[in-house]
């Protein structure tokens, strides 16, 4: 079984390098403490170098080498990344970019998921592959293809006649398109299936109705590609399982919880310090989010894939990580619960794209600083994997993400420096710097586990997620809902009704006008709750003037034209209240808001900034994680005694920890 225990590992490219050198690596990798490699992923044409000729030989020589010494293998489908004969033969099959350019070879994921072409050649590596290593005792689990969700929507002939089918499998007529589309807006009335077009980026600003539901087609179309591969390898390997390496939080492309559907566990592709993917200096907050989304996919541990080793990059290359960070970011994972960590790559390679994209080992293979942190890590992990293993992270707050929101905003952002994730993240950290265990779940889950749930600018609400949240409020939850919720139904028209829409009545107020603001702006919003303190907070970008109907004021704006006026609410509903924001505002707006009105306090959000600190449970053994992101020593006085897993297992309440440093405890009842 694949989670039997847990896993640490390397992703390994034995076709990249001379035969000779695979048992000197194996051999290297066992003295980390190693006891999986994922294997194989780009190596389609090795596996079949011309059409329906395939030769596994040289992976059984690597997969013995490997297992020989312990260490067994997660095989990835080579689907991300096709052979040129395949493209040559097939060239109907390269995607067609929102810009309507067709795609050439030379990088990958450059193909179209809706292909039959491309569908017929998946089938037949993919059946021959599964086939191969169906009862190879050394493979633990397959990896469908690598990273859906990188800029992959197509807009390719054969993408828009599969749109148009869906689109009439879903209205039935298209009189309920143009009803649902609204489409007598400029004429866009549609008379017949085949007029009906893909958003290309070349007709500015698309319906939205239409948009988003290509948006929608373009997450299933990924979804069912990957279904076809998970029911080859199912009749195949039925005991084996199957996963994808996801792109944490950052990515909004596909649905990632339909696309979770199909797998038995998630994985994903931690880089830490990518800061030209993510655009701002290496936040431990945002990485913590991707794991905690990662988690709440399936709502159970994960892995990470691919976890960074060392700098990364294409044509630049990135920060290294400091000594220490490279067994702290993975620390994170498994403190957020991950059951397994595959660093990102075991040698850094000589030839092509990702030349500067370091793994463990440098270009010259020799062992250096980053082997030995990985190498020390192992060595804890075989005192303390079976101890911490399978254990889960408990939360009681609950953060809800809905990718028809995500698609949405990406149609109309509604402010140019207004960001669905970042506006989340502001939102997370709050809680993440109290160090307070969050879910990051669908819109749909249920929620009544949690005792504060928060709705990040829910634009698309339908009358079930209404009603949903509803009942969570009327049943004793907390509920927080920040602008531009309920702004739109599910055909991602505007709703014609005060706003919040279908919330107003819960919320207790209306939204009788707002403002948004240029990126300079900002409104000072002062705190009416009794013990609030008289510091005023900041809102920027958008502010919703909010009219209470049963609600009482928590907040109002202290300029503006309309000072004097709630920014923030609250109305009691049933057993629960409901908390309306009316404008956007960072981390430390809800930082003082959120304690104020709903009781966060926990038994470590008062340990030194920079040191993040999670639990891990299972019935009645708490695992303490303490992880000090900066570059200095910390000192943590803490309320209960712990006995650390790590070196002196003396029970303590006063923990020193040096820069990047890690303490893992039992914490004592």
Same mark, same amino acid.
């Given at each position: ?311 990364? !990059?294409? +044509?630049?290359?990135?920060?290294? *990580? ?7 970011? =993975?620390?994170? /994972? $498994?403190? %957020? ?40 890590? !192992?060595? +804890?992990?075989?005192?303390?994997? *079976? ?7 408990? =939360?009681?707050? /609950? $953060?809800? %993400? ?42 749909? +889950? ?63 107020? +209306? ?159």
């Amino acid at each position: 079984m694949t989670l039997d225990v847990f896993r640490f590992g390397a992703d390994y490219y034995p076709e990249q390098w001379e035969e000779s050198r695979w048992p000197i690596d194996a051999d290297l990798m066992v003295a980390a403490g190693f006891n999986v490699v994922r294997l194989a992923e780009f190596a389609w044409v090795k596996m079949e170098p011309t059409p329906g000729a395939f030769d596994f030989s040289w992976l059984d020589r690597a997969i013995d080498v490997l297992s020989q010494r312990g260490i067994q293998v997660v095989l990835g489908t080579p689907t991300a990344s096709p052979p040129a004969w395949v493209m040559v033969q097939h060239p109907d099959a390269y995607r067609v970019s929102e810009s309507g350019e067709r795609a050439t070879y030379g990088n990958r994921r450059n193909y179209c998921p809706n292909n039959p072409n491309y569908h017929d050649r998946t089938r037949e590596i993919v059946g021959a592959m599964t086939a191969h290593y169906a009862n190879h005792p050394a493979v633990i689990g397959w990896q469908i293809d690598n990273e859906f969700g990188q800029g992959d929507r197509c807009c390719c002939p054969v993408c828009i006649t599969a749109f148009q089918r869906w689109v009439e499998a879903k209205y039935g007529t298209l009189e309920a398109v143009n009803a649902a589309w609204g489409t007598m807006f400029w004429s866009h009335t549609y008379t017949d299936w085949s007029q009906i077009p893909a958003p290309l980026k070349s007709a500015a600003s698309p319906n939205p109705g239409l948009a988003l539901d290509y948006y929608r087609f373009s997450s299933d179309s990924y979804v069912a590609y990957q279904h076809l591969q998970a029911e080859i390898i199912r009749q195949n390997c039925p005991e084996i399982a199957i996963t994808h390496n996801f792109m944490g939080f950052g990515f909004g492309q596909i649905d990632y919880f339909r696309l979770a559907e199909d797998v038995d566990f998630v994985s994903w592709d931690n880089y830490p310090r990518m800061q030209w993917i993510f655009h701002t200096p290496h936040d431990p907050a945002r990485v913590a989010l991707s794991h905690d989304s990662m988690r709440g996919l399936k709502r159970q541990n994960f892995w990470v894939m691919e976890q960074q080793a060392g700098p990364g !990059g294409w +044509e630049i290359i990135s920060q290294p *990580p400091k000594p220490g960070e490279i067994r702290l970011w =993975a620390y994170q /994972a $498994i403190a %957020h619960g991950a059951d397994g960590i595959v660093f990102f790559r075991w040698r850094t390679a000589r030839h092509g794209t990702e030349q500067y994209w370091h793994g463990i080992l440098d270009h010259h293979a020799q062992p250096g600083r980053r082997y030995e942190e990985v190498k020390r890590m !192992g060595a +804890e992990l075989k005192q303390i994997g *079976p101890r911490i293993f399978g254990t889960q992270v408990a =939360a009681k707050t /609950a $953060i809800l %993400h809905d990718y028809h929101t995500r698609f949405a905003f990406q149609i109309q952002g509604n402010h140019p420096n207004f960001e669905y994730t970042s506006h989340t993240l502001d939102v997370y950290e709050a809680l993440y710097q109290r160090n307070q265990p969050v879910d990051i779940i669908a819109a749909t +889950e249920s929620l009544e586990d949690y005792s504060l749930v928060i709705a990040p600018s829910l634009h698309i609400m339908t009358e079930t997620i209404a009603d949903h949240l509803r009942r969570y409020v009327e049943q004793g939850g907390t509920l927080i809902i920040t602008p531009r919720t309920g702004v739109k139904d599910e055909v991602n028209a505007v709703v014609n009704a005060p706003l919040p829409g279908l919330l107003a009545s819960l919320c207790g107020v +209306e939204v009788v006008e707002y403002e948004a603001m240029t990126a300079s702006e900002q409104r000072g919003i002062r705190l009416c709750e009794e013990g609030a303190s008289e510091q005023t907070l900041v809102g920027r970008l958008w502010c919703d003037v909010l009219e209470p109907t049963s609600a009482e004021i928590v907040a109002v704006y202290a300029d503006g034209y309309y000072a004097g006026k709630a920014a923030v609410t609250r109305n009691y509903h049933g057993k629960g209240q409901v908390i309306t924001v009316g404008t956007f505002a960072d981390t430390a707006f809800y930082q003082a808001l959120i304690p104020l009105l709903v009781d966060v306090k926990g038994s470590y959000d008062d340990i030194p900034a920079g040191v993040e600190a999670a639990v891990r449970s299972h019935q009645q053994e708490h695992f303490l994680f303490l992880m000090n992101h900066t570059g200095d020593t910390q000192r943590v006085s803490l309320k209960s005694p712990c006995v650390p897993l790590m070196g002196d297992q003396t029970s303590t309440q006063e923990v020193e920890l040096a820069p990047y440093d890690v303490f893992v405890a039992l914490i004592q009842q």
